[in-house]
């Protein structure tokens, strides 16, 4: 059973950073990606990384201020998240896909899941 685990979540002030990590429980998977999902609104896509780490991808709300990595030795990507904003408050996902080397945005393009960390940002 393939397991995601993310942590790094936690209540921040407006402007602050944080840095998420999704550890994996086996090898790396061709692609990782972030979601998130508010308060009564649906999951959406945030950012995905190829397994090489050269191709990024990233929902127009969150360019120019949040990073996605990973570092295969260690199973794990991480979600590095600068300038926030209260509108940045949701349970964030970590998933992986198995195989591909497209641009995945879907919740479906996806094979496995986390739990989800919360994300607060006060104003």
């Known amino acids: 059973q393939v397991q995601l685990v993310e942590s790094g979540g936690g209540l921040v002030q407006a402007g602050d950073s944080l840095r998420l990590s999704c550890a994996v429980s086996?090898?790396?998977?061709?692609?990782m990606g972030w979601f998130r999902q508010a308060p009564g609104k649906e999951r959406e896509f945030v950012a995905a990384?190829?397994?090489?780490?050269?191709?990024?991808y990233y929902a127009d709300s969150v360019k120019g201020r949040f990073t996605i990595s990973r570092d295969n030795a260690k199973n794990t990507v991480y979600l590095q998240m600068n300038s926030l904003q209260p509108e940045d408050t949701a349970v964030y996902y970590c998933?992986?896909?198995?195989?591909?080397?497209?641009?995945?945005?879907?919740?479906?393009?996806?094979?496995?899941w986390g739990q989800g960390t919360q994300v607060t940002v006060s104003p």
């Open positions: 086996r090898r790396p998977f061709g692609i």
């Open positions: 990384i190829s397994w090489s780490g050269t191709r990024t």
């Open positions: 998933a992986a896909r198995l195989v591909g080397s497209g641009y995945y945005t879907l919740i479906g393009d996806y094979d496995y």
